[in-house]
């Protein structure tokens, strides 16, 4: 469902990633993991058709960016840290707003977005803006904002950081809902006891390349390490510290 | 581009703009209140000076032997006490005369020289003109002594028993032509431009700041970009949101600085009155649109640039300034609207609207400023939707400008919609100056054969390769099917003549016989040409070269929009651009709609030169057989042109060949999708 065939980003002599590949199936959750500046943003803006490849190819539920990129965002749903809310608009006016854009007619928008309002519990504040929201009321907005559009794919990026732990289970639970419904999900995140919960598969990424990807079993295996932290710290940590 | 994608950003932009209270407040609450505020405290502050200066006795010093006779006029004509009298002048009267009238002792000093004697006794007025009190007191007593003088000189002249009048040969009196009306339209003339021009600035500075570095710092431009939109729609809708805000704060404060005008001048003591007609103000908005369209394209292209709304604040500060000093214009006593200064964008914009406020610009005028300032914003408009394309700039990354300029991010292969808008721009300017030039030194065969050749046919061809685009597809170098074919006669065939009809029908429109009446002694059997020349350079010539350059290049060009409607209602206006005269515009594009929709479904340029081969060639040979034209208007040729027309249309629908390549859309980048 989501493809990353050796995606490289280079600015100039900086090589922002390079010769990334990894897969994530139907009912699949995939952990991108990576230290600060490890090349996950730029790799899952490429993903998200916003930043254009120097190499490689991107596949969404069969779309690629060339000439396919409205479909490819069209089957996806995008969140990162940088993808914020409009401060002066309602979680309401957001979502009915990112509905028209991917040109949903209107009576099925409008109970969409009901749908929506109800499943992320977002009836209390849904008409208060965005900007008065606190940051876990709008981190569910944000991601209803993700969902508007019922894609079959789903870019999640640090989507539970930051959040009080309420919030945080509440979200992990609609993404493993999410999953149940046949969803791929590439989910990146700091909180690497959130990756061994709920992803099926990690990949690790260091300085724009793949260090390893499997399942957290075989990850922790071949770095000889019991916890995902571990072995995440075993791959990269000195390097990081150094 | 999609107009319904477009209609949601814009409205979204625009709702979410007018939810911000700094923009509102900068935009529409601070003008509206500083203007009529400031000249209603200056008027105020004016009127209540005059009235001092009215109710006060001038404080006069007397230096010297100044006739006491003087003095006393002085005191009862000029109302004024003599405060200091002195027999002998200080050793630096003009040193003393300045301390006293600086600690307002005085307002001014009359001196004269010790020993002064003779039938003509000189007296200095010493007053200061930086001092409003004594300069306005100085010219008080300056009355008074000349009324005095010329007292004493019809009493000398009486007692010498010779009439007064004798002594004044000339009886010289300065006399303003100019009414308070007209002195009002000049006051107002010189300020209203600047602050005009100032007024679309600020108005569209925070708006564009705000959805433009101000997005970008929120991280919001980011997750538009996750949708399914080109940026040329997000640029399309933001800048429309700007321009709209823009205009509508333009239109609210235009209104507001009118009645402060009017009452600012009613307060000044030159009797000025100033009042802003409706017409007058329609006039001078319609002058600002194309300021508004260049300077909102500005404020986008740059504001975008910007990282955050701090670093936008000092990216946009030169593009305000920038706008003061064209707007300062308006003040230069010697600035006028020429051939030269209608060029520079923004200045020919304040020296219009300056000419307009004094009554001295007419529509000829108009047009011109509006057609080069439209040709300027139209690039700045390519400026901003080209920054929109440049990943660096809507993800923030360093050196932005390094994409937006480079060579590899310009090179391409054919042309774009904007390109084509670019070309439409460049030549508008190129042949508005360039047929001035011809105008005044050539003859009206070398004025054709130059234009039609230089502006339009050569440059086209020039553009084609300058961006790469295949002669052949960009121009569809083709024949067409049999059925275009047929369609092609029985549109040439009636077309013509239902374009007869048209432009009989707009005659009736107050200048328009005039215009046909010049034309006709230019182009007709009256002028210069042959029969043989006229069809050549009249209807040959431009049937190949106007259809090269707009059903080639510009249609070409903007049917990479995706959108059928665009590239030929778009071709179709840019055609009739170029024909200035009001009533040629409307008909030239009226046939550039028919002709256009012609080119998209024949797949052929063939057809549209055929049709305006015969458009142009029957008006010339009309012209020449009066008969022939008359039995042209009957209701029976006129409704068999009709049919044939209606059947060329029909049947032009889909009669492409099969075999040329389907036209694809302009590539974007940041990956957005060529459907």
């Known amino acids: ?242 | 581009m999609r107009p319904t994608i477009v209609f949601h950003i814009f409205r979204k932009d625009l709702i979410e703009t007018l939810r911000d209270r700094r923009t509102v407040v900068m935009a529409f609450v601070v003008p509206a209140l500083v203007y009529p505020l400031l000249f209603t405290l200056l008027g105020s502050v004016a009127t209540d000076k005059r009235g001092e200066l009215e109710r006060t006795r001038a404080r006069v010093a007397a230096w010297g032997p100044v006739p006491e006779a003087t003095l006393k006029a002085v005191e009862q004509q000029a109302r004024a006490d003599v405060v200091d009298r002195r027999d002998q002048p200080p050793a630096e009267p003009e040193a003393e005369a300045r301390r006293l009238v600086a600690s307002k002792r005085v307002h001014l000093v009359l001196l004269t020289p010790a020993g002064a004697t003779g039938p003509s006794i000189p007296i200095r007025v010493l007053a200061d003109s930086t001092d409003v009190d004594s300069d306005a007191m100085a010219r008080r007593v300056s009355r008074a002594l000349a009324d005095h003088d010329a007292e004493l000189l019809r009493q000398r002249m009486t007692a010498l028993g010779q009439d007064a009048a004798s002594a004044r040969p000339l009886d010289v009196r300065e006399e303003d032509l100019a009414d308070a009306a007209r002195r009002g339209a000049s006051f107002a003339a010189a300020l209203l431009p600047y602050l005009l021009l100032v007024l679309v600035a600020t108005s569209g500075f925070y708006a564009a700041l705000d959805l433009t570095a101000g997005e970008k710092e929120r991280g919001t431009l980011q997750t538009l970009l996750t949708a399914p939109v080109r940026s040329v729609e997000i640029v399309a809708g933001k800048y429309l949101a700007v321009l709209t805000l823009t205009l509508a704060a333009t239109v609210c404060n235009l209104g507001s600085i009118a009645l402060a005008l009017a009452r600012g001048t009613a307060a000044m003591e030159t009797g000025a009155r100033f009042s802003l007609g409706l017409s007058s103000a329609g006039a001078i908005f319609v002058t600002v649109i194309p300021a508004a369209l260049l300077i909102v394209a500005l404020l986008m292209a740059i504001g975008v640039l910007a990282r955050s709304y701090r670093e936008g604040q000092s990216y946009l500060m030169p593009i305000l300034l920038l706008v003061m000093l064209a707007g300062f214009a308006s003040f230069l006593p010697g600035a006028e609207l020429t051939p030269g200064s209608a060029l520079v964008p923004l200045l020919n914009v304040t020296l219009l609207v300056h000419d307009l406020l004094v009554g001295k610009a007419g529509g000829r005028q108009i047009f011109v400023v509006w057609a080069v300032s439209l040709a300027w914003a139209v690039l700045g408009i390519l400026l901003a939707a080209r920054v929109f394309q440049t990943e660096q700039v809507l993800l923030s990354g360093e050196k932005p400008w390094r994409d937006v300029f480079s060579p590899r991010a310009r090179s391409g292969r054919g042309l774009t919609p904007g390109n084509a808008l670019a070309f439409a721009a460049v030549l508008l300017v190129l042949t508005f100056y360039g047929s001035a030039l011809f105008e005044r030194r050539t003859s009206v065969a070398a004025l054709i054969l130059g234009s039609q050749l230089g502006f339009f046919l050569l440059p086209s061809l020039a553009w084609c390769r300058l961006f790469r685009a295949p002669l052949a597809e960009t121009l569809q170098l083709r024949w067409p099917s049999p059925r275009g074919w047929l369609a092609t006669v029985l549109l040439a065939a009636g077309g013509w003549s239902v374009g007869a009809v048209v432009w009989e029908q707009l005659l009736r429109f107050p200048g328009a016989r005039a215009y046909s009446d010049w034309l006709g002694e230019l182009l007709g059997k009256h002028g210069q040409l042959g029969l043989g020349a006229a069809l050549v350079l009249v209807a040959l010539l431009p049937a190949v070269a106007e259809e090269v350059t707009f059903r080639g290049v510009v249609l070409a060009g903007l049917r990479r929009s995706g959108s059928r409607w665009i590239a030929v209602v778009g071709s179709a206006l840019v055609f009739g651009l170029f024909h200035i005269n009001p009533y040629h515009v409307l008909a030239a594009s009226l046939i550039g709609l028919l002709l256009g929709w012609v080119a998209l479904e024949s797949g052929s340029i063939v057809p549209g030169v055929l049709i305006h081969l015969v458009n142009n060639g029957a008006q010339v040979l009309l012209d020449r057989m009066p008969g022939l034209a008359g039995q042209m208007r009957s209701s029976m040729a006129v409704a068999l042109a009709l049919a044939s027309t209606a059947a060329g249309a029909w049947l032009v629908r889909g009669s492409r060949r099969k075999d040329p390549e389907p036209v694809e859309p302009a590539p974007v980048s940041l990956a957005a999708p060529r459907t």
């Open chain 1, 1 to 242: 469902m989501i493809e990353a065939r050796g995606l490289s980003k280079r600015y100039g002599e900086v090589v922002a990633a390079s010769e990334v590949s990894f897969t994530v199936g139907r009912g699949e959750v995939v952990g991108l993991l990576g230290p600060n500046g490890a090349g996950k943003t730029t790799v899952l803006r490429m993903l998200a058709g916003v930043l254009t490849p120097t190499a490689g190819e991107v596949r969404i539920a069969g779309h690629g960016t060339e000439g396919e990129a409205f479909e490819l965002k069209r089957a996806l749903g995008f969140l990162t840290g940088d993808t914020a809310l409009y401060q002066r608009l309602t979680p309401r006016e957001v979502l009915r707003y990112f509905g028209r854009l991917h040109e949903i007619p209107e009576a099925a928008l409008a109970a969409r977005v009901e749908a929506l309002v109800a499943r992320f519990r977002l009836s209390e504040f849904a008409d208060r803006p965005c900007g008065k929201l606190s940051a876990g009321q709008k981190q569910r907005a944000n991601i209803a904002r993700a969902f508007v559009h019922d894609p079959p794919a789903l870019i999640l990026d640090e989507p539970t950081t930051a959040l009080d732990v309420v919030t945080g289970r509440f979200l992990l639970e609609a993404f493993r809902e999410a999953r149940a419904a046949g969803k791929a999900i590439l989910f990146s995140t700091h909180v690497l006891g959130d990756a061994e919960v709920l992803c099926d598969r990690v990949v690790l990424l260091h300085r724009g390349q793949v260090l390893d990807q499997g399942t957290v079993g075989e990850v922790c295996a071949r770095a000889g390490a019991r916890t995902l932290t571990d072995a995440f710290l075993a791959r990269v940590g000195d390097e990081v510290a150094a």
